[in-house]
């Protein structure tokens, strides 16, 4: 289902619902109120300056965070109130801004572990033949990211960037239908963030993505459509090309920065 | 697991040692094997569940003694016919075992569910606290120990005999070494090492985090049962001071002079303690410089600094440093795989929390 492309609307079915949420930390508002529906398979990059809620929007998708008010529906399921823990198996993966991975293990248990949290046999203290197949999506994930060489290295071991790679690592080893990635190019050079762009084309066709980037060229490669946030609010929603002719936009977001 | 990988020299070595610990009674079995060898064994067993929850869990536990002296009461409750003290239930040795192991792990999945919400100094307070009540529960409630304690304590058999109690504190200590050390990479392992680095990403992969905190201290509940156990056969009685706060210091200094991320630290501390708790005062003149018998704890204190400044990873880190600087000519992994993406790793991108 290829999103069209004129209008930014897509014909897939809401994955994700955000019905007037606000996230409230004492006096500051987070998220002011915030309605967004993501349709299946498409891809989205949510843009605005430091400050603006993004990363508490991920927040309260991925259910780290339970909003104040309003409702978050995933696949037509009210998961306002769900545990975080529960939404791997809906299909949720997310990466966050500060890589956080599990340092003391190597890289491969890394992505085992987030293989071993979508699929199950948590507590397993005997190992069981599907182990394997498990581990092998774990080495192709390495793979995928460019870590394939590190799968023995120890998280503290890895240099900034590398953990970056992971962070991406772990949130495709699980095949998520909604993914969430808070600015995957940050700490990556500009090879890598090629190499990473490259990665994200390559997602299945109906899955769906959300992207906070800073990155102009990341984000408008990648992305159909464009989400502005600023002040905990959406102030503006289109195809790229409408958002870089969006004055508003400019004003708020861009700045004196040309969008190239 | 196939027989190549299990013939690792560390597996070796402990074989070997595993091998000579059972023949040692052959060549003596008097004082050191069954006075000094057993009674460092079983505070092993119990400082290995420290080990184990601090370093693959993140929980620095301070009830570990606790589920010791929960489980040896218990034993002595059931198992005595008539005595002072206790309820004198009188029930078959076995089953008296069974009955407190039993009771020990409800007790420790009970206060590990309600402890696994929380982490880093509000966990060790709060098993602290859980010390203290235990204390003072078998010191005030007199149906079932009372300050006296419970006496007279016989073990089943074969383990009334000192030879054969030491033999069981080698087999058991042995059992939970490799049981801990194959639990690390089991799915819960692994979990529970994650849960450690970062409970909110663990969540977020889908992992029931206050679950396998739970789990992991029932697991150590356990173990140190299995220790009290051992410890009341060994010394056919226990009383309420010997699970107070002191006690209870003593076991987690066994576990960090050892090395508080090696589980054959538990051991090696627990045998360095007892070493100096036996015979320090027969240490030539030692009473001329002051240190008295009410003054040993001076001693294991600057033991204990002293390891401290050399080696934050206790005596096992002092081992390994000295064994890597001597036969350590070919460089680890690590040392050539450095990170070439950026000169200086950041640090603060390690999630880590404090
Ligand atoms: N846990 C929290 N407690 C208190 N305030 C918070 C918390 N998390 C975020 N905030 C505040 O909420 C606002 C939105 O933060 P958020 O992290 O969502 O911004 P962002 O758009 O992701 O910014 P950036 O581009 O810097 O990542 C900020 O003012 C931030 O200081
Ligand atoms: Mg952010």
Redesign the interface.
């Known amino acids: 289902m290829r999103p069209d492309t004129t209008t930014g609307a897509t014909s897939g079915d809401p994955v994700v619902e955000l019905r007037s949420v606000v996230v409230a930390f004492g006096g500051l508002l987070a998220l002011g109120g915030v309605d967004l529906d993501v349709a299946q398979g498409e891809r989205l990059a949510i843009l605005g300056p430091n400050g603006a809620g993004k990363t508490t929007l991920f927040n309260v998708v ?3 965070l339970v909003p104040t008010e309003g409702s978050v529906v995933l696949k037509g399921v009210d998961c306002t109130h769900l ?7 809906l299909g949720v993966g ?1 990466t ?1 801004q ?8 190597a890289v491969g ?2 992505l ?3 293989v ?3 699929h199950g ?7 069981r033949s599907g ?1 394997h197949s498990w581990r092998d999506r774990a080495a192709a994930a390495a793979e995928s990211v460019w870590l394939y ?2 799968l ?13 790679q992971l962070e991406i690592g ?1 949130a495709i080893v ?1 095949e998520p239908d909604v993914l969430l990635l808070d600015e995957p190019a940050s ?1 990556l ?1 500009r090879g ?1 963030r090629e190499r990473l762009t490259g990665l994200l084309d390559e997602l299945a066709a109906d899955s769906t993505l959300l992207l906070i980037e800073h990155d102009m060229d990341v984000a408008f490669k990648v992305a159909r459509r464009i989400v502005v946030m600023s002040d905990g609010k959406i102030v503006a929603s289109g195809t790229p090309e409408e958002i870089q002719a969006n004055a508003l936009v400019h004003e708020i977001y861009l700045g004196s920065e040309a969008l190239t | 697991m196939t027989a190549r990988r299990l013939l690792t020299p560390a597996n070796a070595a402990l074989a070997v040692l595993v091998v000579l610990l059972l023949a040692l009674p052959a060549i003596n079995s008097g004082f050191f094997v069954t006075f000094v060898l057993t009674q460092a064994l079983i505070y092993g067993l119990i400082a290995v569940t420290i080990v184990f929850l601090t370093s693959h869990g993140g929980m620095i536990s301070l009830a570990q003694l606790l589920f010791a002296g929960i489980a040896g009461f218990m034993f002595g409750n059931a198992a005595l016919e008539s005595g002072a003290r206790g309820l004198n239930l009188g029930w078959p040795p076995w089953v008296a075992v069974l009955f407190a192991l039993a009771v020990t792990t409800a007790v420790a999945f009970l206060l590990g569910a309600l402890a696994s919400r929380t982490t880093g100094i509000y966990f060790l307070m709060l098993t602290l606290v859980y010390g203290v009540i235990g204390y003072t529960f078998f010191a005030q409630v007199v149906t079932v120990s009372g300050p006296g304690g419970v006496t007279s304590i016989v073990a089943p058999e074969p383990f009334t005999d000192r030879v054969n109690l030491y033999y069981a504190a080698v087999v058991l200590s042995a059992l939970a070494y490799l049981a801990f050390r194959a639990i690390g990479r089991t799915n819960f392992g692994l979990a529970l090492q994650g849960v450690r680095d970062d409970p909110v990403r663990m969540s977020s992969l889908g992992f029931n985090v206050p679950l396998h905190r739970t789990l992991a201290f029932t697991l150590g509940g356990f173990v140190a049962g299995v220790a009290g156990l051992l410890n009341v056969w060994w010394r056919g009685q226990i009383d309420p001071a010997s699970i107070s706060i002191g006690p209870t210091l003593i076991v987690l200094i066994i576990a960090v002079i050892g090395g508080i991320s090696y589980f054959e630290g538990a051991w090696l501390g627990a045998l360095v303690y007892v070493l100096l708790d036996t015979y320090t005062d027969s240490i030539p003149l030692i009473d001329r410089i002051g240190l008295t018998p009410d003054r040993f704890n001076t001693v294991i204190g600057l033991m204990v600094l002293l390891i401290m400044v050399l080696s934050p990873e206790g005596l096992v880190g002092i081992l390994e440093r000295v064994r890597r600087g001597r036969g350590g000519a070919s460089p680890s992994e690590h040392s050539i795989e450095l990170p070439t993406t950026s000169p200086t790793p950041v640090q603060t991108g390690s999630g880590r929390e404090p």
Do not use: I
Not at chain 1, 83 to 89: N, V
Not at chain 1, 98 to 105: E, I, N, W, Y
Not at chain 1, 156 to 163: E, P, T, V
């Open positions: 991925a259910g780290d545990p975080s823990r529960h939404r791997p198996r997310r966050y500060k890589a956080r991975s599990f340092p003391g293990l248990d890394n085992y572990l987030a071993v949290g979508r046999r948590q507590r397993a203290l005997l190992p182990d060489d590190r023995d290295t120890r998280v503290a071991d890895l240099s900034h960037g590398q953990k970056r772990m699980t700490g050079s890598e």
